[in-house]
């Protein structure tokens, strides 16, 4: 069984810093590809960034310079580096994990694993 719990969410001023992060139990983060979406109430999830297995990253455009994903596979654990942050990043922050029949494609991947979520909150 897949679990993907994130961690590290929270409230910060606009400008600052947060580091989600991913445990996997049941996948091997390094097999396929992992991500990060986030949602806010009222709108459609929307993709942040996607690390592949052989950890090449991509960006949604609005991300680029400003967050950075990585993974541990030694750890079993992916991150979101996200830094300059804007009240706009504010959201429900979701890790997912790639399968090949999975139902949402972003950047090249298609993700069929879902973590519950990590809210952040950014003030201005």
């Known amino acids: 069984q897949v679990q993907l719990v994130e961690s590290g969410g929270g409230s910060v001023q606009a400008g600052g810093s947060l580091r989600l992060s991913c445990a996997a139990s049941?996948?091997?983060?390094?097999?396929?590809?992992m991500g990060w979406f986030r949602q806010v109430p009222g709108k459609e999830r929307e993709g942040v960034a996607v690390?592949?297995?052989?950890?090449?990253?991509s960006y949604a455009d609005s991300m680029k310079g400003r967050f950075t994903i990585s993974k541990d596979n030694a750890k079993n654990t992916l991150y979101l580096q996200m830094n300059s942050l804007k009240p706009e990043d504010t959201a429900m922050y979701y890790c997912?994990?790639?399968?090949?029949?999975?139902?949402?494609?972003?950047?090249?991947?298609?993700?069929?694993?879902w973590g519950q979520g990590t809210q952040v909150t950014v003030s201005s």
């Open positions: 690390i592949e297995g052989d950890s090449s990253t």
């Open positions: 997912a994990a790639g399968e090949f029949g999975g139902l949402v494609w972003y950047l090249g991947c298609r993700f069929g694993y």
């Open positions: 049941g996948y091997t983060v390094s097999r396929y590809c």
